[in-house]
């Protein structure tokens, strides 16, 4: 039993941390989904608990899967054998995509400066070579990021 309170207490604390880190405001309801094997110790705790994790938790419905939904732009928290997903809520996408749009545009100026000054063969000559170097890290990580920004962007899109 006191196993059982530990790990909802586990439970909603990893629920809590991936509202936290979409900044969900305390009230605003999400639907929370549970991903894992039916027989394990966290799906079975949350299982029987479900009522405690909603009083806990403000949620709209709590939904069990045994196999990855595809849930659009969501967040998730591991827990032991489970994994946590929460939608972002509708009123938010549309405010998250702005959000989005605008640190989409700002990558790309970066990238299209970082590649204005690897293309000038002035400065790859004459400049440092750790400056150069570090350019080209800067570039390829601004890249990378731009390509999480299109994937999300994406998932806004089909919600």
Known sequence: M??????????VYTIRNIR???????????????????????MRTAKEHVHMIQALVKSKEIVFHTKEPSLGFASTGALGSIKL????????????KVRLAKEKERLEVQIQRFEQQLSNNDFVA????????????????????LATINQKLYLTEKT
């Open 2 to 11: 006191e196993a059982d309170f530990q790990l909802l207490e586990n439970i």
């Open 20 to 42: 936290g880190e979409m900044k969900l405001p305390p009230g605003t309801a999400t639907d929370i989904h549970f991903i894992g094997e039916g027989h394990s110790a966290e």
């Open 85 to 96: 997903a929460i939608p972002l809520p509708d009123e938010m996408i549309a405010q998250e």
């Open 126 to 145: 004459n400049a440092p070579p750790q400056l150069v170097e570090k350019n080209r890290q800067q570039k390829s990580q601004a890249e990378q990021e």
